[in-house]
């Protein structure tokens, strides 16, 4: 693709959409009052779609962590476990609803 200047039918091409996008009021508000959310958003989280490869792996390296921190008591090992285990419940559960689905 070129860096220099478009050839006239496309810059009027480009203008007339310009022309319009300006034009739209509903668009010019919802840009305006677009602001990045801080917060997770839930409808992207309640469509988790993991993958029983994935809910396996999580199981897998939850037990061997909660494994390792009952011989070691290494707190490192322990706070792992208490982050990854909420994890692969969640993936559990929402594995299961897929399945459920009908």
Same mark, same amino acid.
């Given at each position: 693709?070129?860096?220099? &200047?478009?050839?006239?039918?496309?810059?009027?091409?480009?203008?007339?959409?310009?022309?319009a996008?300006? %034009?739209?009021?509903?668009?010019?508000?919802?840009?305006?009052?677009? &602001?990045?959310?801080?917060?997770?958003?839930?409808? &992207?989280?309640?469509?988790?779609?993991? %993958?029983?490869?994935? !809910?396996?792996?999580?199981?897998?390296?939850?037990?061997?962590?909660? !494994?390792?921190?009952?011989?070691?008591?290494?707190?490192?090992?322990?706070?792992?476990f208490?982050? !990854?285990?909420?994890?692969?419940?969640?993936?559990?559960?929402?594995?299961?609803?897929?399945?459920?689905?009908g």
């Amino acid at each position: 693709m070129t860096t220099g &200047r478009l050839p006239d039918h496309e810059q009027r091409i480009l203008d007339e959409i310009e022309r319009a996008l300006r %034009r739209d009021r509903r668009l010019d508000r919802r840009l305006r009052t677009l &602001r990045p959310s801080r917060r997770p958003d839930p409808n &992207r989280l309640a469509a988790y779609r993991p %993958r029983l490869r994935t !809910v396996i792996a999580l199981l897998a390296v939850s037990i061997a962590l909660m !494994v390792a921190g009952i011989i070691t008591s290494e707190p490192g090992v322990i706070w792992a476990f208490a982050g !990854v285990w909420p994890l692969a419940l969640f993936a559990v559960f929402r594995l299961l609803c897929r399945w459920t689905e009908g």
